[in-house]
């Protein structure tokens, strides 16, 4: 139920603001300095012509600019209704404080890229913009995170005396608001012509088979160029049904692989080891089938491709069809009789892997050193008894090359005698 209410109450304030809105039987397209687009205003005047000055009433207050046109009368063209009123045509006053402005905005330029040093903020200052009473200031800057400036809002304030904001852009607001000339000559779209920027993907290119390389499809910005949603649905009906580039194909009884295909010229490029086809596009939609899972043989060296046109047109790149793959499925005969030899060898692997079998895994580090350990053991042992073998061959040798003899004293000899 209260939400219900608040609906309601909603719908009340808004259909009382429509009725208490001004209308104004005439509108005007004004253009700002340094502004990508006009912007409709509403008028009593019909005197106004283009080129003439107006000063306006805008969200950030009084502001002054050039009429883009002359006044339109809103019901004989169906104009939508504006909702901020030209406040008047500009005085000589107002010329003056304009100009002015400009001198001053240099100055508050200075004294904030000088704040924007002393505090050490990461901030890159771009512009800044004076109201036409000077009771407010812009300041708009580029930044790759969101910056404290609470404190440089005070500095601001003590020097500069008046109402200040700050606004933080995006790097495709930058080149909009700075411009350039791109990659075709021209001045860039964004500051050229373009009032909002469009969502552009790496797919639109890739719809359009250029090469994904990020610096030749980047603008001034460093995003990926707008002028690639331009041909992006074109390019989607024309693509609409055909396989995809670089896929297989059956065409007449044999397979091709598909390595090159150029909407523009409706023409596709098919390739195997034996011949190269140009094909219409209307032919490979309707008369290739795509195939899956078929078996790569290699080209043998010694054999020349046949290169066939039935595009119609005769390509440059037709005698310099590169070498590929061959891509031929095998009979069920062939298949049967590589049966039995897979099983055979499978099974000889199989035995050959239980001969040289490892132990891997978390375990198998121990395994291995309790396996090293046992053999430097039996080395050892073994080492051992040549050793001992050695000493006995050895003792035996000596002890038969000495004679032993007992020597006694003489009286125990002569008791003996």
Known sequence: MSLDKDL???????????????????SVAVRFRDAAKPYSFGCFDDTIKKGSWVVVETQQGLEMGMAEADSLNVEK???????????????????????????????????????????????????????LD????????????????????????????????????GERDKAKMVGGIGLCGMECCCRRFKNHFDIISINMAKNQMLALNTEKLSGMCGKLMCCLKYEDDDYKALTEGLPKMGSQVEYEGSIYRITAMNVMSDEAKLENHQQVIFLNLADLREKAIPRKGVVMQKRNDGEKK??????????ESAAKAAPHVSMELPSLAEKKERAPKQNQRSSS???????????????????????EAGNNRRNNDSRRRDNANRSKESTKSETKNVTVRTFGRKKTQEENK
């Not at 005085?91 to 505090?119: G, P, W």
């Not at 046949?306 to 390509?315: A, C, F, K, T």
């Open 306 to 315: 046949e290169v066939i046109h039935r595009s119609g047109r005769q390509p």
């Open 349 to 371: 692997k199989n035995e050959t892997k239980k001969e040289t079998r490892r132990t891997f895994g978390p375990g198998a580090n121990n395994q291995n050193k309790d396996k």
């Open 134 to 169: 000077r009771s407010k200031i812009l300041f708009i800057y580029l930044a790759d995170q969101r910056v404290d400036f609470r404190e440089l809002l005070k500095h601001l304030g003590a020097r500069l005396h008046c109402r200040i904001e700050l606004r933080q852009i």
């Open 8 to 26: 309601n109450i909603n719908k009340k304030e808004e259909t009382a603001a429509e009725e208490n809105a001004v209308v104004y039987p005439y």
């Open 77 to 131: 063209y169906g104009l939508r209704m504006p909702t901020r009123p030209v406040v008047r045509i500009a005085t000589m006053a107002d010329r003056r404080s304009y100009e002015e402005n400009v001198h001053y905005e240099q100055d508050a330029y200075n004294i904030c890229a000088e704040e924007i040093e002393m505090l050490g903020l990461d901030m890159n200052l771009l512009n800044a913009q004076y109201t």
